[in-house]
Structures are given as C-alpha cells and as structure tokens.
C-alpha cells in the first residue's frame, strides 16, 4: 500500500507560525525518510491554527531540503488564482525539483468570506468558471493550446522536462466527474465529506477518459488519523485536534491549538458530544495495528491505490511519531509479505 502525508501546517497554542512552518519541513524529511509516497500541503487563509496560505512558497523551501520524495499542494485554490500565473508557478518549481511536482487544484474557499473577497474579488462567480479554469491550466501544463486560442503562442515559461502532474481534489460527484472529463488522477476527501464516497470514486473510474496516450485513472483518498504506542495514548493525542474541530464548528475564537491539559478541561454540553462523535467518525485514532486495520478497509472500500494521511496533534514529536509508527507497521509487514 502507498502511503502519503497531507500537512495543514498545525499552529500549536505554545508555538508561533514560524515553527510550525518549521516543523512541516521536518515533517517532510521525515516522511521521505520513512517511504512515504508523497507530501502535499494545503492552503488556507485567516484561519485559526493554520499556518501555509501560500504552498508554493513552502514547496521551494521543502524541496530544497529533501531529495526524492513527490511534493506538491494540497491544493491550490484555483479559482483564486489565474491559469497561466499557476501553471508557471508550478512549471518553476518542476524544474527545479524535477519529476517530483504534484499540483493538487481545489475550489474550496479555503477561509473566510472576507478572506475570499481579498483574494478574489467575486470568487462565486470565479467557482462557476471552475471547468473552464481548470482546462485552461491543463492546456498551459501541456503546452497544448488549440491554434484558435488566444493563448496558442503562450507557454508557462519554464517549460520543464517532466510536467507536474495536476490531480483534482474534492469530496463530492460533481468533482469527481470533472476528474473523470479531464483525465486527471482524483483525490477524495474522506476526512471532509459525508458523502457516498466509494459510489463517487467508483463513478470516476467508469467515467475516465485518458488526457494523453496511456493514463489510467488514479485515486487517492485523504483521511484523519491519530496514531500511538497503544489505544489509549492515541486517545489522549486526539483530544487537541479533536477539541479544536469543535470550536471551530462552534465558531468559538481561539488560538493555535489547544494544549492537551487544556483540552482535557472543556467542559463539554450534550450538544457537544453529539458533535464530536460526527467529528470523530471521519477519524482514525487507535494503536499501529488497529490503524492498518482500518487504512487496509478504507482503501479496499473505496478502491484506492493511495492513502494520504493528515494527523494533527499538539505537540510535533506525537504527529511525527503518528507518522513513524504507522510506516513501521504497514511496510514492514508488506516486506514480510515479500
């Protein structure tokens, strides 16, 4: 099984956003150094706790400070942005780093509606362009523009000997057929919807259509997992992350993320439970035998060729050793296998 790293770039309440930032880089040395596939960090804006609103300016620094692993976004919020200004970015950063790009493209807000009008202007409008943008970037990563187009004599200078390769993230169909239409690899957000996601998948695999001579489709599913040396220390982890989820649905303001003790002390309402036991359903919390377990049917299920692992702890030692124990657990029983 492949296994990949998601980093939202945790701030926690004793720390400030240049060491989490920090600690990402750390983050990623680590996963390259345990076999991990791939490491994405996604963008957000203005939001409590989270450090990266740029992940391109953080995929220069992580990739001049590790030597193999893929890197790449998770995802870039195209409807923010134009085409042609992406497509360069990432075309720069594939010749710099070559054939280890990944361009994650997402619709999503990513932040506030102040955040949105900042960044954008009209980004619901920009969302219902969504299609058209993203062919528009395929066209400026393949260097492909029909002759008729306005950008036929435009390249997204650099032009690099292996291209990044653009996957669509999403949670819902609608993703997902846009996907299939495109011909490009799918990541699903597990740890983010409540939809049928093994009926989307499967409908982007029925739905596939090669962009180029040879591609097949490819999925990756995300997921929230909480690992550690045994069940009840990986409960204690969780509470941080577990207790900041739910004061952000709550909309209660708050600072980097909470600290264990911290955690332990909110007082809880009945309505609170309730909504944590949503939060805790997309979640994986356990030891690294009952982690594989659950990843192995995850994967199964929703017909995956990837996992993409997003853990968030308070301290960085336990997200790093989540990371650890679960590479340990799983390729060392594939080696057995072997």
Not at 168 to 181: D, N, P, V, W
């Amino acid at each position: 099984m492949r296994l990949s790293i998601l980093d939202q770039s945790p701030i926690p309440s004793n720390q400030t956003p240049q060491d989490a930032l920090n600690w990402s880089m750390k983050l990623a040395q680590a996963g390259e150094a345990l076999g991990y596939t791939r490491y994405w960090i996604a963008e957000h804006h203005d939001l409590s706790g989270l450090a990266c609103p740029a992940p391109e300016v953080m995929l220069g620094y992580i990739g001049a400070n590790t030597n193999r692993i893929r890197i790449g976004s998770g995802a870039v919020l195209l409807p923010h942005y134009r085409p042609f200004k992406v497509a360069e970015i990432f075309n720069t950063l594939a010749t710099l780093f070559p054939n280890r790009i990944d361009l994650g493209i997402g619709r999503a807000p990513g932040g506030s509606a102040e955040a949105m009008t900042a960044l954008s202007g009209n980004f619901i409008k920009n969302v219902g362009n969504f299609p058209s943008l993203l062919r528009d970037l395929l066209h400026f990563l393949d260097d492909d523009f029909p002759t008729d187009s306005e950008y036929s004599k435009l390249s997204a200078s650099p032009i690099p000997e292996n291209p990044p390769i653009p996957w669509l993230l999403g949670t819902g169909k609608k993703s997902a057929i846009l996907a299939a239409e495109n011909g490009v690899p799918y990541t699903f957000g597990y740890f983010m919807s409540d939809e049928d996601g093994a009926a989307i998948i499967k409908e982007y695999i029925n739905r596939f259509k090669p962009r180029k001579e040879g591609q097949k489709p490819q999925v990756i599913l995300t997921v929230n997992v909480i690992c550690a040396e045994t069940t009840e220390k990986a409960e204690v982890v969780a509470a941080s992350f577990l207790i900041w989820s739910l004061k952000m649905e709550k909309g209660e303001s708050q600072q980097g993320f909470p600290s264990l003790s911290d955690a332990q002390q909110y007082k809880l309402t009945e309505k609170d439970k309730e909504t944590l036991e949503k939060v805790r359903q997309k979640i994986i919390i356990g030891n690294p035998q009952e982690v594989k377990q659950k990843l192995y049917e995850l994967k199964t299920r929703y017909e995956a060729d990837e996992v993409m692992i997003n853990t968030i702890t308070y301290l960085p030692e336990d997200r790093i050793q989540s990371y650890e124990l679960i590479a340990k657990e799983v390729f060392s029983d594939e080696k057995r296998l072997k």
